[in-house]
């Protein structure tokens, strides 16, 4: 889920289009890791990097399982005694630990040269990740909080740099684990005299 949640947001900046030299053209946008030479950087462009990772303990059900019913049924047969005929039923159960939920921090660096370049692209990053921005990602719906928009501008070099930080909240992780088991076959309770 994680490299889903960040595959996500390296597309909505990658739709991030500027007016260059006369001419219109996508952004760069790094992904996290080592995706450009060390030292080279592209002008402008956009980094995305995952900053930190924290287990959401409210939510945390650690020892708790999930029961999956099979799409495959079966018939149980009921005791007589207990009023006879069939019952349908899942074949199988596959039971799996309970995921865990995290939230995630990124941070989505804008540099550039230019003032001219920077100012759209403020608007463009809010655009493509509004405050409050709850999209579909696999099966669950996160929520993006943004925690800060900070400017680190390098006047001397000339060098434009803001960086957005984003907590990411929602994020469910799949834990290693699961096994299956039979359903009940046989309802008999056998009676006392």
Do not use: C
Request: proline share 8%.
């Amino acid at each position: 889920m994680i490299q889903a949640v960040t595959d996500h947001i390296v597309t909505r900046l990658s739709g991030m289009k500027l007016y260059v030299g006369g001419q219109v053209r996508p952004l760069k946008v790094f992904p996290p890791g080592p995706h450009r030479e060390q030292g080279i950087t592209e002008f402008p462009s956009v980094a995305v990097s995952l900053v930190d990772m924290q287990v959401d303990t409210a939510k945390a059900r650690p020892h708790e399982e999930v029961f999956t019913p099979s799409a495959e049924q079966i018939e149980a047969e009921i005791a007589h005694s207990l009023g006879g005929g069939t019952m349908t039923g899942p074949d199988t159960f596959l039971i799996t630990k309970y995921p865990t939920p995290v939230r995630l921090l990124y941070q989505v660096d804008l540099r550039a040269t230019k003032p001219a370049h920077m100012t759209p692209m403020l608007g463009m990053v809010l655009e493509a990740l509004p405050v409050g921005y709850q999209p579909r990602i696999g099966d669950k719906w996160v929520l993006f909080d943004l925690l800060e928009a900070k400017n680190l501008d390098e006047l001397a070099k000339p060098q434009f740099w803001t960086a957005f930080r984003y907590w990411v909240h929602d994020v469910w992780i799949e834990r290693f684990g699961s096994y299956e088991v039979g359903s009940i076959t046989d309802i008999d309770f056998p009676m006392e005299a």
